[in-house]
């Protein structure tokens, strides 16, 4: 199939270009819908559909280019929508460091989506809560995306991981956790995550930029 006829079906139905099964994710699938292509679970967006619009107006409301980030670190690398919106669509120079614990999504976002084009870019394949714990070094902004599908893994919402987060943070810095609430048992675990918060002493406020997600942005915090 040529570029020309693969660009234009993609705006009537989409065109599933690979599926892999992953041992930490399941089914991935990566489509090319609309002239993109985009990463998906069997039932959420990984990255490049409703994730990339989610975080572009996340990143809007809290004025993100007017931080003057210095470093900032993204648990949840995905194929890269947060990376594309950080360097092609706001054309910041931040380092990023992109932390991701499923070696095929870091595949299929080098192979399909271009990811080690970025300079200033360090892609880790470590689990987030264990590279918290090991790193030493200090963000000035911290980007939460941690699914299985639709779940975020209990132990990303518990007090000793946020705490590693909070430590990792500097003077100023700001932490964005992404979560979806779409059935009553996600609802009690952001919940819980908000309680958690306040136990360790945090302020934070919770957008809810579109459908189920819901997003908490954490700043200011008491230390």
């Known amino acids: 199939m040529n570029n020309l006829v693969q660009n234009f079906l993609s705006y009537i139905w989409g065109l599933r270009i690979d599926s892999l099964d992953s041992a930490l994710n399941g089914k991935l699938e990566v489509w090319y819908s609309r002239g993109k292509y985009k990463l998906d679970s069997e039932k959420a967006n990984y990255s490049f559909g409703a994730l990339h619009h989610l975080f572009q107006k996340i990143f809007s409301e809290i004025n993100l280019p007017e931080r003057n980030l210095g470093d900032l670190l993204l648990l949840g690398l995905g194929a890269g929508s947060i990376v594309s919106i950080l360097r092609n669509e706001l054309h910041l120079t931040t380092h990023i460091t992109g932390v991701d614990h499923d070696d095929l ?107 189920d997600n819901r997003v908490i942005i954490a700043e200011d915090f008491l230390t």
């Open 105 to 211: 999504v870091i595949r299929l976002a080098k192979e399909y989506f271009g990811i080690d084009r970025y300079s200033g870019l360090t892609i880790i394949h470590e689990d987030a809560a264990v590279f918290v714990v090991k790193t030493d070094q200090k963000f000035d902004c911290i980007v939460i995306d941690l699914f299985h599908d639709c779940d975020v893994p209990d132990k990303f919402i518990q007090k000793s991981f946020l705490n590693h987060c909070f430590h990792h943070l500097s003077e100023k810095g700001i932490l964005i956790f992404n979560f979806i609430t779409a059935n009553i048992r996600q609802k009690e675990e952001f919940e819980e995550l908000k309680q958690n918060l306040i136990a360790l002493g945090k302020e934070f406020k919770v957008l809810e930029p579109m459908g």
